[in-house]
Nanobody
Framework: QVQLVESGGGLVQPGGSLKLSCAAS????????MGWYRQVPGKERELVAR???????NYADPVKGRFTIWRDNPPNMVYLQMRNLRAEDTAVYYC???????????WGQGTQVTVSS
């Protein structure tokens, strides 16, 4: 049984920082991509940042230069350092492990990030 558990979300003021962590348990065969996605009410879930098994990263334009994704080796942990947070970053953030970009993979339960004064 595979389980992803996120932690690190919470309430932060604009300009502040948070670090999200995702821990995977169970056996996940041939993981090739790990990433963070976010979703706000009324909108589709969107990519925040993604990292491949080779270390290649991909960031959504709104977070480039502010967020950093990294993983451990073996890839049972993935992290997202969020800096200079904005109100627009408020969302539920989800961790995802997948075997390929075409694979929906495994998802965590989500962690709420709220950026507000």
């Amino acid at each position: 049984q595979v389980q992803l558990v996120e932690s690190g979300g919470g309430l932060v003021q604009p300009g502040g920082s948070l670090k999200l962590s995702c821990a995977a348990s169970g056996t996940i065969s041939s993981v090739s991509h790990m990433g963070w996605y976010r979703q706000v009410p009324g909108k589709e879930r969107e990519l925040v940042a993604r990292i491949s098994l080779t270390g290649r990263t991909n960031y959504a334009d709104p977070v480039k230069g502010r967020f950093t994704i990294w993983r451990d080796n073996p890839p049972n942990m993935v992290y997202l350092q969020m800096r200079n947070l904005r109100a627009e970053d408020t969302a539920v953030y989800y961790c995802n492990f997948r075997r390929a970009l075409s694979d929906d993979g495994y998802w965590g339960q989500g962690t709420q990030v709220t950026v507000s004064s």
